[in-house]
Every structure is written in C-alpha cells, then in structure tokens.
C-alpha cells in the first residue's frame, strides 16, 4: 500500500517539477493599474485629507440665524411639550369614551295639537250668495294687504298661544255670524198648504214664518224626513 | 459684536462645549471659525463648487450646534465633526441623484501613467479641481473610500447601492483621475 502511495507522489513530483506557464498577457497590466489606483488613492488622500479652506463670511451669517439659545431648555420643553401632547390627546380620548352611549340628543318638548275644524253644513238655499261674493271679496282684499306685509309678527297675528298652549283663532266675530246666520225654517211648500184647505190664506211670505204641517200628513210622510228636517 | 479671527492656537476644551450647548454666542462663534475650514474642505470635495460646499456647511454646522450635547466624548470632537459633515454630504448626493443615474461609462479607462510626475506639479488646490470634475456618483464612492476610509459594505449601505456598484464607481473614478492627471502632463 505504501509503496503504491509513493508511486503517486512520485508521478506528481515529477509532472509538475519542472513545469512552467506564462501567465495570460494583461495578467502584469491589472497589477501594474491596481498599483497606479493605489497611487491615486495615495495622492489625493494625503492631499486633501488635511487641506484647510475659509470660507466665505456669509455661512456663518446663515448658520448664526438658525443657532438655539439653550440646548438643554430646548430639549426640556420638546421633553414637555410631548408629554403635554400626550396628556391633552389622553383627556380628550377619556372624555370621549366616558360620555359615548350617555349623550342623548336634544329633543324639543313641544306641544302637540290636535286640531278639528268643524264644519257646518249649510243647505245652499240659506246661503246669501251676494253677501258670500262681498265677503270673498274682502277675505281677498285682506290676504292682499297682508301679503305685502313683511314683517313676520303681523303675519302670526292670526294665530297664537296663550300660556295654556291652547290656540286663539283671532278673527272677526262679526263675520263669523255672518257666516253663520241662524237656520230659518224651509218655506212650506204650496201644495202642502192647499192640502189643509187653507189656500188663500197661505203665501209664501206668511208661510214661510209660520209653517205648521197638518197632522194627518205626519202618516204620509216617510218617518226620516222630520228628522231630516231638523238636522238641515 | 467683533468679528472673531481664526486661531489655531485656541484649544477646545469641554467647557467650551458646554458653553456652546448653554447658548454662549461668543464660544459657538469660536467653534465655528476653529472647525470651519477643515470642515469646509471636506465639503468642497463632495460639492460641485463653492456654492455647494458653502450650502453643506451650513447645514453640517447648523447639525452640529443643534446636536453638540449627542456628543459623548467616546471619540475625538472633530472625528465626530467630520462624520456630521460627512452624512451631510452624503445627503446631499441622496437628493441631487434623485432622478440621475450613476453615469455608466462602457468602456473602462485603462490608462497606465506615473502620476509621480504630476504630483509635482499639481497643487492641492489643482487636485481638488479634479475631483470636483467627477460625476457626482463617482466623486462620493471616491471620496469615501479613498479619502475616508470607508469600506465597500459601508459605501453600499450609506448610498443605498449595492457593492459591486460601489466598486465599479471606484474603479471608474481612478480611471477618470488618472486620465485627467495624464492630460495635464
């Protein structure tokens, strides 16, 4: 075995004693450039490493206006002014989680109406139409007048409350029992009249005040009309 | 107030540190035209021109006032100083290669010179010219490297491009360098 082992050393020995190589032709141009970088490294280095230059006046104008009058009060009150902004955004957040869900909006308390206008109704035969036609008239003249009032005060006149929160119509009592006359008896009609034998005697002014059915006509008429009569 | 002249043989002490940080107009004064031209050089070797420089210095001074009591004293004042305006500069690279590429030279420089010849020549204030000729990119990789003593890995990190960038921004550079010097010859 070692005598195997010698045999191969022996060949090696001998194959790459004496051997030689040229090395590759810019093999001594990339040491003698790398000597030539160092070179300029050297230069410049020991060159500007230690170069001292003044500079013009107007730096030092420039940094005197940005220079801080105390450091240490300057890192004190950044120091501070942190912890005061801390605090403030730590407050403001405390409120805000405290107060969520317990704030309720506002609602106003105010009365509620419930307002019904009754109407009356009225056979067309009582309505005076040339009194209706004056008063449309003047209700028309005073919608007018009161359109070109600008003042909101004297457009709320015609409404308002009392401290009972009841509501006050302020209108005119005058009109109202104008419109409102009282019900006057139906003019009772010719043929009813002549019925009771009474036919001279019956006009239609005097009937018309004092209309009196007869009693045998209370069986002829339907059972619904005095009623009828009545409500109108 | 008289204007301060600038003093080599004035030492910083800490006290004077202190006083900076205190507020003391005349101690920030002296710590600026002390460090001022140092610093200055620097920046002009990462600006375009003096304008450039001038805008880096005084922001780097500006950081610096408004960050003196961050020094601990761990290292020298004016190493700490340097890095101030050393990011500085780097930031100002960041901004102006927002929307500019590194220029991408195809065919690299392979010139061989004795630059020996051209040292004795060329003044610092020559050298420095040259530098500022390098397209930004390979003007901040030099610089930091060569100059500062950065490392790829650091390169790569501070600038936010990769490491064979870094090294091929080098690389370019010398060879823009070296041609330049050539050519003043």
Redesign the interface.
């Known amino acids: 075995m070692s005598k195997e082992n010698n045999h191969i050393d022996d060949l090696f020995k001998d194959a790459f004693d004496n051997w030689e190589n040229e090395p590759q032709k810019d093999f001594w141009s990339d040491i003698a450039e790398d000597l030539d970088a160092n070179d300029v490294d050297h230069l410049f280095k020991t060159a500007l490493e230690e170069e001292e230059i003044m500079p013009s006046e107007k730096v030092w104008e420039g940094v005197k206006e940005h220079l801080p009058l105390n450091l240490w009060l300057k890192r004190r009150l950044a120091q501070l002014s942190y912890v005061a902004g801390i605090l403030v955004v730590g407050m403001l957040a405390t409120l805000y989680f405290t107060q969520e869900g317990t704030i309720e909006a506002p609602v106003a308390d105010t009365p509620k109406y419930n307002i019904e206008i009754a109407i009356e109704e009225v056979p067309l035969e009582e309505i005076d139409l040339e009194e209706n036609i004056a008063l449309e008239e003047k209700a028309a003249n005073d919608s007018k007048t009161l359109a070109t009032d600008n003042t909101i005060d004297k457009k709320m006149k015609s409404v308002e409350l009392n401290k009972e929160d009841e509501m006050v119509f302020d209108i005119d009592e005058e009109k109202i029992k104008a419109i409102l006359q009282p019900i006057e008896p139906l003019p009772i009609d010719s043929s009813i009249a002549r019925v009771n034998g009474n036919s001279n005697e019956t006009d239609h002014e005097n009937s018309s005040e004092e209309a009196i059915l007869p009693k045998n006509l209370e069986d002829i008429l339907p059972d619904n009309l005095e009623e009828d009569f009545e409500e109108n | 107030m008289a204007?301060l002249s600038?003093n080599k043989s004035w030492v910083l002490t800490d006290n004077v540190i202190q006083d900076c940080?205190?507020?003391n107009?005349t101690s920030?004064?002296r710590l600026?035209?002390y460090f001022?031209?140092?610093m200055?050089?620097i920046c002009?070797?990462y600006a375009n021109d003096?304008q450039g420089?001038?805008d880096i210095?005084?922001e780097g001074?500006?950081k610096v006032?408004?960050n003196?009591?961050k020094f601990r004293g761990d290292g020298s004042f004016e190493g700490w100083m340097k890095r101030v305006f050393v990011n500085t500069s780097i930031e100002h690279y960041r901004k102006s290669v927002v929307n500019q590429r590194f220029v991408d030279i195809e065919s690299a420089y392979?010139?061989?010179?004795k630059?020996?010849s051209a040292?004795e020549k060329?003044s610092?204030k020559d050298?420095?010219r040259l530098?500022q000729q390098l397209p930004i990119g390979y003007r901040t990789v030099?610089n930091l490297?060569?100059?500062e003593g950065f490392t790829h890995r650091e390169i790569s990190a501070q600038l936010g491009i990769s490491e064979g960038t870094s090294k091929s921004q080098l690389?370019r550079a010398?060879a823009m360098?070296?041609k330049m010097?050539k050519s003043l010859k």
């Open positions: 204007e600038y940080i205190a507020g107009r920030q004064e600026y035209r001022a031209p140092r200055y050089a002009l070797r003096r420089a001038e210095l005084q001074f500006i006032f408004n003196l009591d392979h010139v061989s010179c630059t020996e040292v060329l610092r050298l420095l530098v030099f490297y060569a100059i690389a010398r360098l070296q010097l």
